[in-house]
């Protein structure tokens, strides 16, 4: 079946760049997200990139993918202790009358900023 | 309302009970979406509605667990005779055919 993988855990400090990596194989996956979960907090959607695009920024946020490899990564610049979260990576494939698909996630990778 | 919400937030039940979770979904919204997030591990599909299609029950774990859902609105998601393995957090999500899914706060299910 469909499967998500993340590296678990990353540690950055306070100001630098955080790329969280993530591959999948599915290869129908027609949407790929980033969501960011904190303590005690809901699910929050970060950005999402269509199947047909190598790159997106918005603002401090670019996600690159590599479709032939199957590779999407999250880059946050200046990264701030406000940033620690655990993030998912994602994907779905949307059919032809329906939703954009339901979701399957990969296991999280915990992000920790250190001063 | 303004998001998502689901009842109860936190439920805790003796195994071998049922149990329901309740789901709100955004008005509007014609797919909702169930999940099951396990301690320390990511989200896991359970059940997908979408309008008046048949719903995908494809994630659902066993014949244990079922859900409905009442037009385009509540959904209940039913767990019999619940086992230790079943506690997790359960979060609902829904969407509009151009929206990407927002989700609610989850019920933190514990069976003791």
């Known amino acids: 079946g469909e499967d998500v993988e993340q590296s678990l855990f990353l540690s950055v400090r306070e100001g630098d760049s955080s790329v969280i990596n993530c591959t999948y194989t599915?290869?129908?996956?027609?949407?790929l997200y980033w969501y960011k979960q904190e303590p005690g907090a809901g699910l929050q959607l970060l950005t999402y990139?269509?199947?047909?695009?190598d790159m997106k920024q918005d603002q401090r946020l670019t996600v690159l993918l590599n479709k032939k490899d199957k590779h999407l990564s999250l880059r946050i610049a200046d990264t701030q202790t406000g940033d620690s979260a655990i993030y998912f990576c994602?994907?779905?494939?949307?059919?032809?009358?329906?939703?954009?698909?339901?979701?399957?996630f990969g296991a999280g990778t915990q992000v920790v900023v250190t001063p | 309302g303004a998001g998502v919400s689901q009842s109860p937030s936190n439920k805790v039940t003796e195994k071998g009970k049922d149990v329901e979770l309740r789901c709100d979904p955004i008005s509007g919204h014609t797919a909702l979406y169930w999940y099951r997030q396990r301690l320390g591990q990511g989200l896991e599909f359970l059940i997908y509605f979408q309008g008046n299609s048949a719903p995908d029950k494809s994630g659902l774990p066993s014949d244990r667990f079922s859900a409905e859902r009442t037009g385009e609105s509540v959904s209940t998601l039913t767990i019999q005779r619940t086992q230790q393995e079943d506690s997790a957090v359960y979060l609902c999500?829904?969407?509009?055919?151009?929206?990407?899914?927002?989700f609610g706060p989850g019920t933190r299910l514990t069976v003791l």
């Open positions: 994602a994907e779905s494939h949307q059919g032809t009358t329906d939703s954009w698909g339901k979701l399957q």
């Open positions: 990139i269509f199947s047909n695009m």
């Open positions: 599915d290869s129908s996956s027609t949407y």
């Open positions: 999500a829904s969407s509009s055919w151009t929206s990407e899914q927002f």
